[in-house]
C-alpha cells in the first residue's frame, strides 16, 4: 500500500519516493509514497511532476486502487526501484483545499439552518457546487446565506483532522452529511474532518487548518435541480 502523506499531512507538496511498480502500457507507476491525492468526494485528483535527476514528467492524471496510488505520466515510465521525487502544482492544490474547506463550512451552514444532508457535489479550484434537499427554500435566503458562510469563515475556526475504527465511526451517523452514505463497506479506519464547532463529518479530501484561508466566498448562484432540491453554487471571491 501506498503511504498516502496527503492525508496526514495536508501542506506537504514534495516526497521521495520509489516506484514500486509500473505499467508502460498505460504510462503510470505504483509509487511507495506520495503527496499526489488521488481524488474523490467530488475533489479532482492532484496534478504536478516528478523528477528523475535532471528529468521533468509532468504527473497528468492519479488515482487509487487496492494496492495503492498510481501517478500517470507524460515523457517516459521509470521502471520499479528508480528512485523519484514528487512535487504537486501546489497553486492549484492550495485553491482546491480553500475551497473544499469552504464547501464543508457550508455544509455546517446549511445544516444548523435547515438539517438538510448533500444530496451531491463537485468542485474545480477556487469554484464548487453543493446540492441539497431544500424544500422550504426562500429566494431571499441567498443573501443571508453568503453571510452567515463568510461570518464563520472569519471566525477563525480550526480544521482538524482524526481517524476512527469504522465500527466507532459507524455508530455516529452525523459524521456522514450525505444523504446516502458514500463509505466503502471495505472501508476499516475513517477520516474525520473537524470545522471545530461548524461541520465535522467523514471525508478524505485536502483542506486548510484554519477557515481564515479561505478568504471570502459568494454564492454565485442558486439552481432549481426538481421539486423540493437546489444546487448552491459557490466561488473564492479572488477567482
Known sequence: MTERLYSTDQYARSV??????????????LLDRTVFYPGGGGQPPDTGEVTIGDDRLAVVRVAEDARGV?????GGVPPTGTAVRGEVDW?????????HTAMHALCGVVWERY??????GNMEPGVGRLDFELPDWDPEDKVSLEEELNRQLDAARRVEIAFLPREEADQDPSLIRTKVSLL?????RV??????????????GTHVADTTEVGRVRIAKVESK???FRRIRLALVDQ
Open 91 to 99: 497553486e492549484r492544490r492550495y485553491r482546491l483545499m480553500r475551497t
Open 115 to 120: 438539517a438538510s444532508p448533500v444530496t451531491g
Open 184 to 188: 466503502p463497506s471495505s472501508l476499516t
Open 70 to 74: 498510481w501517478h500517470w505520466l507524460e
Open 191 to 204: 477520516r474525520v474532518v473537524d470545522i471545530v464547532g461548524l461541520d465535522r463529518q467523514a471525508d478524505g
Open 226 to 228: 426538481g421539486r423540493g
Open 16 to 29: 521521495d519516493a520509489t516506484v514500486v511498480d509500473h505499467d508502460v502500457d498505460d504510462g503510470r507507476v
